[in-house]
C-alpha cells in the first residue's frame, strides 16, 4: 500500500498565519490586526477564545 505525502503549507500576512492548507482542506484564520477570532472551513467554522496573549485557549464547535 502506498502512502501520499502530506504537504502542508502555511500563508501569512504582516507575520501572522491567515491560511493552512494541506492535500485535502484549507483553513482560514479570520482576525483582528492581533488577535485570532475564528477558523474558517468549507463545512463551516470554529470561534475561538484567545487570552490577552493572543494564545488560543479554547476552540467553540458549532453545534
Avoid: P, W
Amino acid at each position: 500500500m502506498k502512502k501520499t505525502a502530506v504537504t502542508q503549507r502555511m500563508f501569512y500576512c504582516n507575520g501572522k498565519l491567515v491560511t493552512l492548507t494541506d492535500n485535502e482542506k484549507a483553513t482560514r484564520i479570520c482576525r483582528t490586526a492581533d488577535v485570532a477570532l475564528a477558523e474558517l472551513h468549507a463545512d463551516g467554522y470554529k470561534l475561538l477564545e484567545t487570552d490577552a496573549m493572543g494564545s488560543v485557549l479554547r476552540v467553540h464547535e458549532k453545534d
